[in-house]
């Protein structure tokens, strides 16, 4: 936003807003060192703030810096796309309800809030795939339909998933659980990852069946069709 006159011959200092890098900058130059993609934040004339990265470089003569070269390519987008996801990370790290992401290309969890984990008795899920953590779950519905919502954008929900887990004593236990899974999109539209809500529907489950015999309930390791495929 400046106009020649207001930019030309004035220290670069001027329009950075991390003093401590502009010494950075200056220093690796005069030590003949160039810059590789360096980000940094430039002030604009109308007090806004650019983020960009800056590629250079130097040329010497009699071991003394000429003068440099460089480029600076405005970063904005992709470092406020970047501040978006660690606020929506954040979000999800302190919802109140069990909350999980599992990322492209091969959908592990980049992120599992604490809820999350000990709703399976799981301390790190973190660069696991889903049937990494719960083995049960391989060739069930649940990691059909995990692929299927990543795949296709369609959301899918499971009201009573059986899931057998060790309780407080380490003794095997049938829970039930609601199972949400929606499509994560990153800011150019493309699926880019699935976000799995989960709710302990145990208790409710069996308050409904009032002492009676539950229906039959498809469990994780039955009808590994995919969703809406129809395969038995």
């Known amino acids: 936003g400046y106009r020649w006159e207001e930019y030309v011959g004035r220290h670069i200092a001027n329009f950075h807003a991390a003093a401590e890098l502009v010494d950075l900058i200056l220093d690796t130059m005069l030590s003949g060192g160039v810059l590789a993609d360096q980000p940094a934040r430039l002030r604009c004339k109308n007090g806004a703030i650019r983020h960009v990265q800056m590629r250079s470089s130097n040329f010497f003569e009699d071991g003394k810096l000429r003068y440099s070269v460089c480029f600076t390519r405005d970063d904005t987008e992709r470092n406020e796309s970047a501040a978006a996801s660690a606020q929506r990370d954040s979000m999800l790290l302190e919802a109140p309800v069990a909350v999980a992401l599992l990322m492209a290309p091969d959908l592990r969890f980049r992120l599992a809030n604490r809820h999350f984990c000990e709703l399976f008795g799981q301390r790190e899920l973190v660069g696991k795939r889903l049937v990494e953590a719960l083995p049960q779950l391989r060739?069930?519905?649940?990691?059909?339909?995990?692929?299927?919502?990543?795949?296709?954008?369609?959301?899918?929900?499971?009201e009573a998933l059986a899931l057998v887990l060790p309780d407080a004593?380490?003794?095997?236990?049938?829970?039930?659980?609601?199972i949400n899974l929606e499509a994560v999109y990153n800011d150019?539209?493309?699926?880019?990852?699935?976000?799995?809500?989960?709710?302990?529907?145990?208790?409710?489950?069996?308050?409904?069946?009032?002492?009676?015999?539950?229906?039959?309930?498809?469990?994780?390791?039955?009808?590994?069709?995919?969703p809406g495929s129809g395969a038995p």
């Open 139 to 158: 060739h069930g519905t649940l990691e059909a339909a995990l692929e299927h919502v990543f795949e296709s954008g369609q959301s899918y929900c499971d």
């Open 169 to 178: 004593g380490g003794m095997p236990l049938e829970r039930f659980f609601k």
């Open 188 to 226: 150019g539209g493309e699926r880019h990852g699935v976000m799995a809500v989960a709710v302990d529907v145990t208790q409710a489950r069996r308050r409904r069946a009032g002492g009676r015999q539950a229906p039959p309930v498809r469990t994780a390791a039955c009808q590994g069709g995919r």
